[in-house]
Protein backbone atom coordinates (compact mmCIF):
# COMPACT_ATOMS: atom_id res chain seq x y z
CA UNK A 1 0.00 0.00 0.00
CA UNK A 2 1.60 3.24 -1.01
CA UNK A 3 1.69 6.23 1.84
CA UNK A 4 -1.05 8.29 -0.37
CA UNK A 5 -3.20 5.69 0.30
CA UNK A 6 -2.43 4.97 3.72
CA UNK A 7 -2.86 8.88 4.23
CA UNK A 8 -6.73 8.81 2.68
CA UNK A 9 -7.45 5.71 4.53
CA UNK A 10 -6.41 8.02 7.77
CA UNK A 11 -8.71 10.72 6.33
CA UNK A 12 -11.91 8.56 5.30
CA UNK A 13 -11.21 7.19 8.98
CA UNK A 14 -12.02 10.47 10.71
CA UNK A 15 -14.78 11.06 8.18
CA UNK A 16 -16.73 8.17 9.02
CA UNK A 17 -16.71 8.42 12.74
CA UNK A 18 -18.22 12.03 12.05
CA UNK A 19 -21.02 10.28 9.90
CA UNK A 20 -20.33 12.68 7.14
CA UNK A 21 -20.98 10.39 3.69
CA UNK A 22 -21.06 13.61 1.89
CA UNK A 23 -17.91 14.87 2.70
CA UNK A 24 -16.12 11.64 0.93
CA UNK A 25 -17.72 13.09 -2.31
CA UNK A 26 -16.42 17.40 -1.79
CA UNK A 27 -13.96 17.33 0.07
CA UNK A 28 -11.71 17.72 -3.31
CA UNK A 29 -14.26 20.31 -4.04
CA UNK A 30 -12.60 23.63 -2.77
CA UNK A 31 -15.51 25.74 -3.59
CA UNK A 32 -17.93 24.21 -1.07
CA UNK A 33 -17.89 25.87 1.90
CA UNK A 34 -20.29 23.58 4.19
CA UNK A 35 -20.52 20.24 3.72
CA UNK A 36 -22.71 17.22 4.73
CA UNK A 37 -25.74 16.07 4.43
CA UNK A 38 -27.58 18.46 6.30
CA UNK A 39 -24.90 21.24 5.14
CA UNK A 40 -24.33 22.13 8.77
CA UNK A 41 -20.48 22.05 8.75
CA UNK A 42 -18.17 24.29 7.78
CA UNK A 43 -15.70 22.37 5.59
CA UNK A 44 -12.33 24.27 6.93
CA UNK A 45 -13.03 23.47 10.35
CA UNK A 46 -13.46 20.59 10.06
CA UNK A 47 -10.36 19.65 8.02
CA UNK A 48 -8.70 21.52 10.39
CA UNK A 49 -9.74 19.71 13.56
CA UNK A 50 -8.95 16.54 12.04
CA UNK A 51 -5.57 18.02 10.83
CA UNK A 52 -5.36 18.85 14.26
CA UNK A 53 -6.40 15.30 15.39
CA UNK A 54 -3.94 13.47 13.01
CA UNK A 55 -0.79 15.45 14.83
CA UNK A 56 -1.83 14.53 18.22
CA UNK A 57 -2.18 10.73 16.87
CA UNK A 58 1.24 11.22 16.13
CA UNK A 59 0.16 10.76 12.15
CA UNK A 60 2.57 13.94 11.12
CA UNK A 61 3.37 13.43 7.52
CA UNK A 62 -0.26 12.57 6.77
CA UNK A 63 -1.10 16.07 8.71
CA UNK A 64 1.46 17.67 6.78
CA UNK A 65 0.36 15.90 3.76
CA UNK A 66 -3.43 17.27 4.65
CA UNK A 67 -2.36 20.58 5.12
CA UNK A 68 -0.63 20.88 1.79
CA UNK A 69 -3.24 19.79 -0.16
CA UNK A 70 -6.02 21.43 1.35
CA UNK A 71 -4.49 24.34 1.79
CA UNK A 72 -5.48 25.08 5.11
CA UNK A 73 -3.51 24.38 8.61
CA UNK A 74 -3.81 23.37 12.17
CA UNK A 75 -2.59 26.78 13.30
CA UNK A 76 -4.04 30.59 12.68
CA UNK A 77 -1.84 32.82 10.91
CA UNK A 78 -2.82 34.61 13.96
CA UNK A 79 -0.69 32.24 16.16
CA UNK A 80 1.64 31.09 13.37
CA UNK A 81 2.98 34.71 13.47
CA UNK A 82 2.87 34.71 17.62
CA UNK A 83 4.60 32.06 17.77
CA UNK A 84 7.78 33.22 15.27
CA UNK A 85 7.88 36.05 17.21
CA UNK A 86 7.94 34.62 20.68
CA UNK A 87 10.55 31.44 19.86
CA UNK A 88 12.95 34.48 17.84
CA UNK A 89 12.01 36.53 21.34
CA UNK A 90 10.68 39.62 19.63
CA UNK A 91 8.86 40.38 22.41
CA UNK A 92 7.65 44.52 21.46
CA UNK A 93 6.35 42.97 18.45
CA UNK A 94 4.46 40.17 19.74
CA UNK A 95 2.76 42.33 22.26
CA UNK A 96 1.97 44.83 19.32
CA UNK A 97 0.77 41.40 17.63
CA UNK A 98 -1.93 41.04 20.33
CA UNK A 99 -3.13 44.81 20.22
CA UNK A 100 -3.97 43.67 16.58
CA UNK A 101 -5.59 40.75 16.97
CA UNK A 102 -9.48 41.68 16.44
CA UNK A 103 -11.10 38.50 18.55
CA UNK A 104 -9.64 39.33 21.86
CA UNK A 105 -11.82 40.71 24.50
CA UNK A 106 -9.97 43.02 27.15
CA UNK A 107 -9.98 40.47 29.27
CA UNK A 108 -8.21 37.99 27.45
CA UNK A 109 -5.88 40.18 25.92
CA UNK A 110 -4.80 41.29 29.43
CA UNK A 111 -4.70 37.62 30.78
CA UNK A 112 -2.40 36.49 27.76
CA UNK A 113 -0.31 39.74 27.09
CA UNK A 114 0.43 38.96 31.08
CA UNK A 115 2.54 35.77 30.09
CA UNK A 116 4.13 36.94 27.23
CA UNK A 117 5.72 40.13 29.41
CA UNK A 118 6.36 37.35 32.26
CA UNK A 119 8.74 35.53 29.99
CA UNK A 120 10.08 38.42 28.76
CA UNK A 121 10.56 40.12 32.40
CA UNK A 122 12.68 36.59 32.93
CA UNK A 123 14.60 36.65 30.07
CA UNK A 124 16.08 40.35 31.05
CA UNK A 125 16.67 39.47 34.45
CA UNK A 126 18.56 36.31 33.46
CA UNK A 127 20.81 39.39 30.86
CA UNK A 128 21.13 40.79 34.53
CA UNK A 129 19.20 43.71 32.66
CA UNK A 130 17.62 45.16 35.86
CA UNK A 131 16.82 48.19 34.08
CA UNK A 132 14.60 47.41 31.85
CA UNK A 133 13.04 44.84 33.87
CA UNK A 134 12.17 47.61 36.30
CA UNK A 135 11.16 50.02 33.33
CA UNK A 136 9.28 47.19 31.97
CA UNK A 137 7.07 46.82 35.49
CA UNK A 138 5.92 50.74 35.67
CA UNK A 139 4.85 50.36 31.98
CA UNK A 140 3.70 47.60 30.43
CA UNK A 141 2.66 45.95 32.97
CA UNK A 142 0.70 48.86 35.01
CA UNK A 143 -1.10 49.10 31.19
CA UNK A 144 -2.91 45.22 31.73
CA UNK A 145 -5.36 46.61 34.49
CA UNK A 146 -4.75 43.73 36.08
CA UNK A 147 -5.33 43.45 40.03
CA UNK A 148 -2.22 45.21 42.10
CA UNK A 149 -2.18 42.10 44.17
CA UNK A 150 -0.71 40.29 41.15
CA UNK A 151 1.77 42.56 40.10
CA UNK A 152 2.74 42.99 43.33
CA UNK A 153 3.68 39.58 43.58
CA UNK A 154 5.50 39.28 40.44
CA UNK A 155 7.45 42.35 41.62
CA UNK A 156 8.57 40.25 44.53
CA UNK A 157 9.34 36.89 43.39
CA UNK A 158 11.07 38.48 40.45
CA UNK A 159 13.41 40.98 41.21
CA UNK A 160 14.17 39.50 44.90
CA UNK A 161 15.89 37.00 43.05
CA UNK A 162 15.28 34.68 45.56
CA UNK A 163 17.12 31.37 44.25
CA UNK A 164 17.53 32.45 40.61
CA UNK A 165 20.65 31.96 39.09
CA UNK A 166 21.53 34.83 36.85
CA UNK A 167 23.14 34.10 33.41
CA UNK A 168 22.58 30.32 34.14
CA UNK A 169 20.01 29.92 31.62
CA UNK A 170 21.28 28.17 28.31
CA UNK A 171 19.66 28.90 24.92
CA UNK A 172 18.14 25.43 24.55
CA UNK A 173 16.51 26.37 28.09
CA UNK A 174 15.49 29.54 27.20
CA UNK A 175 13.82 27.82 24.08
CA UNK A 176 11.79 25.47 26.12
CA UNK A 177 10.02 28.33 28.40
CA UNK A 178 9.37 29.97 25.30
CA UNK A 179 7.49 26.50 23.95
CA UNK A 180 6.17 26.23 27.18
CA UNK A 181 4.66 29.79 26.48
CA UNK A 182 3.27 28.94 23.03
CA UNK A 183 1.61 25.74 25.13
CA UNK A 184 0.02 28.38 27.90
CA UNK A 185 -1.39 30.94 25.09
CA UNK A 186 -2.87 28.13 23.27
CA UNK A 187 -4.88 27.44 26.23
CA UNK A 188 -5.91 30.88 26.93
CA UNK A 189 -6.27 32.21 23.34
CA UNK A 190 -10.05 31.45 22.40
CA UNK A 191 -11.01 30.09 18.96
CA UNK A 192 -10.51 30.28 15.65
CA UNK A 193 -7.40 31.66 16.45
CA UNK A 194 -6.40 28.04 18.72
CA UNK A 195 -7.94 25.16 18.42
CA UNK A 196 -9.49 23.67 22.03
CA UNK A 197 -7.91 20.88 22.88
CA UNK A 198 -8.01 17.37 21.23
CA UNK A 199 -11.32 18.86 20.12
CA UNK A 200 -12.10 15.87 17.32
CA UNK A 201 -11.59 13.58 19.94
CA UNK A 202 -14.24 15.72 22.10
CA UNK A 203 -16.73 16.35 19.85
CA UNK A 204 -16.90 12.59 18.98
CA UNK A 205 -17.19 11.72 22.99
CA UNK A 206 -19.68 14.25 22.72
CA UNK A 207 -21.80 11.80 20.22
CA UNK A 208 -21.21 8.73 21.97
CA UNK A 209 -22.42 10.45 25.15
CA UNK A 210 -25.80 11.28 23.38
CA UNK A 211 -26.04 8.27 21.91
CA UNK A 212 -25.98 6.74 25.48
CA UNK A 213 -27.84 9.41 27.27
CA UNK A 214 -31.02 8.90 24.71
CA UNK A 215 -30.44 5.40 25.15
CA UNK A 216 -33.83 4.57 27.50
CA UNK A 217 -32.57 1.14 27.73
CA UNK A 218 -28.96 1.35 28.10
CA UNK A 219 -27.85 -1.35 30.34
CA UNK A 220 -24.36 -2.67 28.57
CA UNK A 221 -20.74 -1.82 29.65
CA UNK A 222 -19.30 -2.89 26.32
CA UNK A 223 -17.49 0.26 24.48
CA UNK A 224 -19.54 1.65 22.44
CA UNK A 225 -18.77 1.42 18.67
CA UNK A 226 -18.39 3.85 16.28
CA UNK A 227 -19.31 2.39 12.96
CA UNK A 228 -22.72 2.38 13.91
CA UNK A 229 -25.64 4.38 15.71
CA UNK A 230 -25.92 3.15 19.57
CA UNK A 231 -29.15 1.89 20.43
CA UNK A 232 -30.32 -1.09 23.39
CA UNK A 233 -33.25 -3.29 22.49
CA UNK A 234 -35.62 -3.92 25.13
CA UNK A 235 -34.84 -7.61 24.61
CA UNK A 236 -31.45 -7.27 26.78
CA UNK A 237 -33.67 -5.88 29.92
CA UNK A 238 -35.29 -7.68 32.24
CA UNK A 239 -38.79 -7.56 31.46
CA UNK A 240 -39.91 -11.37 31.88
CA UNK A 241 -40.11 -13.80 34.89
CA UNK A 242 -36.95 -16.20 34.46
CA UNK A 243 -37.72 -18.28 37.53
CA UNK A 244 -39.93 -18.10 40.76
CA UNK A 245 -38.45 -19.18 43.91
CA UNK A 246 -41.21 -20.35 46.40
CA UNK A 247 -38.76 -22.05 49.61
CA UNK A 248 -40.29 -19.19 51.71
CA UNK A 249 -43.57 -19.92 53.80
CA UNK A 250 -44.79 -16.45 54.18
CA UNK A 251 -44.60 -13.01 53.15
CA UNK A 252 -41.06 -12.27 51.61
CA UNK A 253 -39.85 -9.14 53.13
CA UNK A 254 -36.68 -8.30 51.75
CA UNK A 255 -33.99 -9.47 48.40
CA UNK A 256 -30.61 -8.32 48.38
CA UNK A 257 -27.72 -9.57 45.63
CA UNK A 258 -24.27 -9.63 46.83
CA UNK A 259 -22.08 -6.44 45.82
CA UNK A 260 -20.48 -9.41 43.46
CA UNK A 261 -23.24 -10.27 42.15
CA UNK A 262 -23.08 -13.90 42.75
CA UNK A 263 -25.09 -14.59 45.62
CA UNK A 264 -28.93 -13.37 46.78
CA UNK A 265 -30.28 -12.77 50.42
CA UNK A 266 -33.79 -12.80 51.05
CA UNK A 267 -35.85 -12.64 54.43
CA UNK A 268 -39.11 -13.45 55.40
CA UNK A 269 -41.93 -13.38 57.54
CA UNK A 270 -41.85 -16.66 58.76
CA UNK A 271 -38.64 -15.81 60.79
CA UNK A 272 -35.74 -17.13 58.28
CA UNK A 273 -33.38 -15.89 56.13
CA UNK A 274 -32.12 -17.43 53.04
CA UNK A 275 -29.17 -16.91 51.01
CA UNK A 276 -28.91 -18.30 47.15
CA UNK A 277 -26.77 -18.94 44.37
CA UNK A 278 -26.65 -17.62 40.90
CA UNK A 279 -25.50 -19.63 38.51
CA UNK A 280 -23.24 -18.98 35.50
CA UNK A 281 -26.73 -19.89 33.58
CA UNK A 282 -28.43 -16.96 35.67
CA UNK A 283 -30.48 -19.48 37.66
CA UNK A 284 -30.85 -19.16 41.24
CA UNK A 285 -30.02 -22.02 43.76
CA UNK A 286 -30.54 -22.70 47.55
CA UNK A 287 -27.38 -22.58 49.76
CA UNK A 288 -27.98 -21.65 53.46
CA UNK A 289 -31.63 -21.84 54.95
CA UNK A 290 -30.84 -19.69 58.41
CA UNK A 291 -32.91 -20.09 61.28
CA UNK A 292 -32.18 -18.03 64.30
CA UNK A 293 -34.67 -15.75 64.38
CA UNK A 294 -37.54 -15.79 66.97
CA UNK A 295 -39.67 -12.85 65.11
CA UNK A 296 -40.30 -12.43 61.07
CA UNK A 297 -36.78 -10.85 59.80
CA UNK A 298 -37.51 -7.84 57.65
CA UNK A 299 -34.19 -6.70 56.20
CA UNK A 300 -31.14 -8.54 55.12
CA UNK A 301 -27.63 -6.30 53.87
CA UNK A 302 -24.67 -8.17 52.39
CA UNK A 303 -20.74 -6.93 53.48
CA UNK A 304 -19.16 -5.20 50.74
CA UNK A 305 -16.28 -7.95 50.72
CA UNK A 306 -19.82 -10.27 50.12
CA UNK A 307 -18.74 -12.97 53.14
CA UNK A 308 -20.90 -11.77 55.64
CA UNK A 309 -24.45 -11.01 55.64
CA UNK A 310 -26.86 -8.92 58.27
CA UNK A 311 -30.13 -9.99 58.93
CA UNK A 312 -32.74 -7.64 61.32
CA UNK A 313 -35.34 -9.02 63.10
CA UNK A 314 -38.48 -7.09 63.07
CA UNK A 315 -38.36 -5.23 66.38
CA UNK A 316 -35.91 -7.74 67.52
CA UNK A 317 -32.24 -8.35 66.95
CA UNK A 318 -29.30 -8.06 64.65
CA UNK A 319 -27.45 -11.36 63.38
CA UNK A 320 -24.28 -11.62 61.36
CA UNK A 321 -23.60 -14.83 58.92
CA UNK A 322 -20.64 -16.44 57.65
CA UNK A 323 -21.68 -16.48 54.01
CA UNK A 324 -19.54 -19.40 53.33
CA UNK A 325 -20.81 -21.31 56.00
CA UNK A 326 -24.03 -20.54 56.78
CA UNK A 327 -23.26 -20.04 60.41
CA UNK A 328 -24.53 -17.21 62.63
CA UNK A 329 -21.47 -15.12 63.83
CA UNK A 330 -22.62 -12.94 66.58
CA UNK A 331 -25.80 -11.67 67.62
CA UNK A 332 -26.27 -7.71 68.29
CA UNK A 333 -28.97 -5.66 70.29
CA UNK A 334 -31.22 -7.75 73.15
CA UNK A 335 -31.04 -6.01 76.74
CA UNK A 336 -33.91 -3.57 75.52
CA UNK A 337 -32.14 -2.43 72.16
CA UNK A 338 -34.56 -3.39 69.28
CA UNK A 339 -33.01 -2.80 66.29
CA UNK A 340 -34.85 -1.53 62.78
CA UNK A 341 -32.31 -1.00 60.42
CA UNK A 342 -28.28 -1.61 59.61
CA UNK A 343 -26.01 -1.12 57.15
CA UNK A 344 -22.40 -2.13 56.25
CA UNK A 345 -19.12 0.95 56.08
CA UNK A 346 -16.80 -0.13 53.11
CA UNK A 347 -14.47 -1.47 55.35
CA UNK A 348 -16.38 -4.49 55.78
CA UNK A 349 -14.97 -4.28 59.25
CA UNK A 350 -17.86 -2.18 60.80
CA UNK A 351 -21.62 -1.53 60.70
CA UNK A 352 -24.09 0.52 62.20
CA UNK A 353 -27.83 0.21 63.72
CA UNK A 354 -30.42 2.47 64.29
CA UNK A 355 -33.11 2.11 66.62
CA UNK A 356 -37.30 2.75 65.91
CA UNK A 357 -36.70 3.23 70.05
CA UNK A 358 -35.62 6.99 70.36
CA UNK A 359 -33.88 6.11 73.57
CA UNK A 360 -30.86 4.16 71.81
CA UNK A 361 -30.49 5.84 68.80
CA UNK A 362 -27.54 4.65 66.31
CA UNK A 363 -24.55 2.36 67.83
CA UNK A 364 -21.42 1.53 65.28
CA UNK A 365 -19.74 -2.01 65.79
CA UNK A 366 -17.09 -3.90 65.01
CA UNK A 367 -17.57 -7.45 63.67
CA UNK A 368 -17.07 -8.79 67.01
CA UNK A 369 -19.54 -6.49 68.49
CA UNK A 370 -17.53 -4.04 70.44
CA UNK A 371 -19.52 -0.63 70.69
CA UNK A 372 -17.21 2.02 68.63
CA UNK A 373 -19.30 4.72 68.99
CA UNK A 374 -23.30 5.69 69.68
CA UNK A 375 -25.30 8.74 68.95
CA UNK A 376 -27.99 8.17 71.34
CA UNK A 377 -29.69 11.10 73.94
CA UNK A 378 -33.00 12.67 74.52
CA UNK A 379 -33.24 14.55 71.99
CA UNK A 380 -32.59 11.93 69.56
CA UNK A 381 -35.50 11.13 67.27
CA UNK A 382 -36.54 6.89 66.76
CA UNK A 383 -34.73 6.02 63.39
CA UNK A 384 -36.47 3.95 60.72
CA UNK A 385 -33.51 3.45 57.78
CA UNK A 386 -29.82 4.05 57.87
CA UNK A 387 -27.42 3.57 55.11
CA UNK A 388 -23.33 4.36 54.70
CA UNK A 389 -22.65 5.40 51.29
CA UNK A 390 -20.21 2.99 49.32
CA UNK A 391 -17.15 5.84 49.63
CA UNK A 392 -17.65 5.43 53.95
CA UNK A 393 -18.24 9.30 53.46
CA UNK A 394 -21.61 10.10 54.80
CA UNK A 395 -24.06 8.42 57.31
CA UNK A 396 -27.46 9.10 56.00
CA UNK A 397 -30.50 8.13 58.01
CA UNK A 398 -34.56 8.98 58.51
CA UNK A 399 -35.71 10.47 61.30
CA UNK A 400 -38.65 10.90 62.83
CA UNK A 401 -40.72 9.96 59.21
CA UNK A 402 -39.90 13.23 57.27
CA UNK A 403 -36.13 13.82 57.83
CA UNK A 404 -33.15 12.87 55.51
CA UNK A 405 -29.76 13.25 57.79
CA UNK A 406 -26.91 13.35 55.79
CA UNK A 407 -23.58 13.37 58.32
CA UNK A 408 -20.13 13.65 57.17
CA UNK A 409 -17.97 11.39 58.97
CA UNK A 410 -14.93 13.47 58.55
CA UNK A 411 -16.12 16.91 59.51
CA UNK A 412 -19.48 16.09 61.41
CA UNK A 413 -21.24 18.57 59.30
CA UNK A 414 -25.25 17.32 59.03
CA UNK A 415 -27.31 18.23 56.00
CA UNK A 416 -30.89 18.03 56.60
CA UNK A 417 -33.52 17.67 53.89
CA UNK A 418 -37.12 17.62 54.81
CA UNK A 419 -39.92 16.10 52.58
CA UNK A 420 -43.46 16.33 53.48
CA UNK A 421 -44.79 12.64 53.65
CA UNK A 422 -43.52 9.93 55.53
CA UNK A 423 -40.52 8.03 53.94
CA UNK A 424 -40.66 4.45 54.16
CA UNK A 425 -37.32 3.14 53.17
CA UNK A 426 -33.76 4.76 51.97
CA UNK A 427 -31.37 3.52 49.04
CA UNK A 428 -28.04 4.69 47.28
CA UNK A 429 -26.51 4.75 44.37
CA UNK A 430 -23.23 2.91 43.96
CA UNK A 431 -21.30 6.31 43.23
CA UNK A 432 -22.71 7.78 45.89
CA UNK A 433 -23.54 10.27 44.34
CA UNK A 434 -27.61 10.14 44.61
CA UNK A 435 -30.17 8.33 47.34
CA UNK A 436 -33.91 7.61 46.79
CA UNK A 437 -37.01 7.69 49.15
CA UNK A 438 -39.62 5.86 49.10
CA UNK A 439 -42.99 8.02 49.85
CA UNK A 440 -46.29 6.94 51.29
CA UNK A 441 -47.57 9.50 48.87
CA UNK A 442 -47.17 7.32 45.72
CA UNK A 443 -43.81 8.94 45.10
CA UNK A 444 -40.19 8.13 44.88
CA UNK A 445 -38.25 10.74 45.50
CA UNK A 446 -34.36 11.21 43.88
CA UNK A 447 -31.81 13.49 45.56
CA UNK A 448 -27.84 14.31 45.39
CA UNK A 449 -25.83 13.63 48.34
CA UNK A 450 -24.50 16.61 48.89
CA UNK A 451 -27.93 18.14 48.90
CA UNK A 452 -27.12 21.20 45.96
CA UNK A 453 -30.15 20.44 44.41
CA UNK A 454 -33.14 22.63 46.04
CA UNK A 455 -35.81 19.86 44.78
CA UNK A 456 -35.74 16.20 44.28
CA UNK A 457 -36.68 14.54 40.94
CA UNK A 458 -39.69 12.38 41.39
CA UNK A 459 -41.18 9.41 40.51
CA UNK A 460 -44.47 8.21 40.10
CA UNK A 461 -47.09 5.43 38.32
CA UNK A 462 -46.56 2.99 41.37
CA UNK A 463 -48.79 2.37 44.45
CA UNK A 464 -47.68 3.21 47.98
CA UNK A 465 -49.81 4.36 51.12
CA UNK A 466 -49.81 1.38 54.09
CA UNK A 467 -47.10 -0.82 53.45
CA UNK A 468 -43.08 -0.17 53.72
CA UNK A 469 -41.63 -0.72 50.03
CA UNK A 470 -38.06 -0.46 49.11
CA UNK A 471 -36.40 0.67 45.91
CA UNK A 472 -32.87 0.34 44.27
CA UNK A 473 -30.86 1.45 41.96
CA UNK A 474 -29.43 -0.46 39.08
CA UNK A 475 -28.27 -0.97 35.86
CA UNK A 476 -24.99 0.64 34.07
CA UNK A 477 -24.01 3.44 36.53
CA UNK A 478 -26.68 3.10 38.46
CA UNK A 479 -28.90 5.11 35.75
CA UNK A 480 -32.34 3.05 36.44
CA UNK A 481 -34.67 3.01 39.77
CA UNK A 482 -36.79 0.05 40.28
CA UNK A 483 -39.71 -0.36 42.89
CA UNK A 484 -42.06 -2.50 44.37
CA UNK A 485 -45.79 -1.49 44.49
CA UNK A 486 -48.83 -2.40 46.32
CA UNK A 487 -50.74 -3.62 43.27
CA UNK A 488 -48.37 -6.43 43.08
CA UNK A 489 -46.02 -4.83 40.11
CA UNK A 490 -42.75 -4.33 39.77
CA UNK A 491 -41.92 -0.50 38.01
CA UNK A 492 -38.82 0.88 36.65
CA UNK A 493 -37.76 3.88 35.83
CA UNK A 494 -34.55 5.51 33.64
CA UNK A 495 -33.67 8.31 36.01
CA UNK A 496 -34.48 11.09 33.53
CA UNK A 497 -38.09 10.55 33.03
CA UNK A 498 -40.56 10.59 35.92
CA UNK A 499 -42.71 7.62 33.98
CA UNK A 500 -42.41 3.98 34.71
CA UNK A 501 -40.15 2.77 31.70
CA UNK A 502 -41.39 -0.71 32.48
CA UNK A 503 -44.24 -2.41 34.36
CA UNK A 504 -43.82 -5.68 35.34
CA UNK A 505 -46.60 -8.23 36.03
CA UNK A 506 -46.49 -11.63 37.49
CA UNK A 507 -46.75 -11.33 41.64
CA UNK A 508 -50.54 -11.74 42.87
CA UNK A 509 -49.67 -9.75 45.70
CA UNK A 510 -47.73 -6.89 47.46
CA UNK A 511 -44.34 -6.28 46.39
CA UNK A 512 -41.77 -5.37 49.22
CA UNK A 513 -38.61 -5.23 47.73
CA UNK A 514 -36.58 -5.16 44.59
CA UNK A 515 -32.90 -5.80 44.00
CA UNK A 516 -31.02 -5.43 40.39
CA UNK A 517 -27.63 -7.63 40.02
CA UNK A 518 -24.72 -5.10 40.20
CA UNK A 519 -22.79 -7.28 38.22
CA UNK A 520 -25.64 -8.55 35.40
CA UNK A 521 -27.00 -5.76 34.33
CA UNK A 522 -29.60 -7.53 32.96
CA UNK A 523 -31.20 -9.67 36.11
CA UNK A 524 -33.42 -8.13 38.96
CA UNK A 525 -35.39 -10.01 41.74
CA UNK A 526 -38.44 -9.21 43.36
CA UNK A 527 -40.04 -9.63 46.74
CA UNK A 528 -43.88 -10.53 47.93
CA UNK A 529 -45.96 -11.18 49.82
CA UNK A 530 -47.28 -13.89 47.83
CA UNK A 531 -45.01 -15.84 49.36
CA UNK A 532 -42.47 -15.65 46.26
CA UNK A 533 -39.06 -14.32 44.58
CA UNK A 534 -39.03 -13.56 41.29
CA UNK A 535 -36.07 -13.61 38.96
CA UNK A 536 -36.57 -11.18 36.18
CA UNK A 537 -34.28 -10.75 33.05
CA UNK A 538 -34.12 -10.79 28.82
CA UNK A 539 -37.15 -11.89 27.04
CA UNK A 540 -36.47 -15.51 25.40
CA UNK A 541 -39.15 -16.61 22.45
CA UNK A 542 -38.04 -19.76 22.57
CA UNK A 543 -38.24 -19.98 26.63
CA UNK A 544 -41.54 -22.12 27.97
CA UNK A 545 -44.09 -20.34 30.07
CA UNK A 546 -44.35 -20.74 33.64
CA UNK A 547 -44.47 -24.16 33.74
CA UNK A 548 -41.20 -24.64 33.30
CA UNK A 549 -39.54 -21.97 35.97
CA UNK A 550 -37.08 -23.47 37.96
CA UNK A 551 -38.56 -23.58 41.85
Not at 151 to 159: D, K, Q
Amino acid sequence: MTGGQNRWRIYSAFLCILELPAVMETLDDVGDDVIGPRGLIEKQELVRIIIQCLYALGYSKSAACLESESGITCKSPEFELLESLILDGNWGDCIECLHKINDLDDETRASVSFLVLEQCLWECLDCENISLALDMMRKQFSSLKIGAEIVHRLSYELLSLKGLRLGCIDNDSVQDLRKKLLSNLEKVLPPPITLPERRLEHLVEMAISAWVDGCVYHTSSDSVSLYRDHHCDRDQFPTETTQILTNHQHEVWSVQFSNNGEYLASSSRDCKAIIWKVQDDNSVTLRFVLRSHEKPVSFVAWSPDNTMLLTCGNREVLKLWDAETGICRHTFGGDGFVVSCCAWFPDSKRLVCGSSDPKKGIYLWDCEGNEIKAWKGMRMPKVLDIAVTPDGEDLISIFSDKEIRILNLATNAERVISEQHSITSLSVSGDSKYLVVNLNSQEIHLWDVSTKWIKPCKYNGHMQQKYVIRSCFGGLNSMFIASGSEDSKVYIWNRRSSDPLEILSGHLKNVNSVSWNPRRPQMLASASDDNTIRIWGPCRSNRAECDNFTE
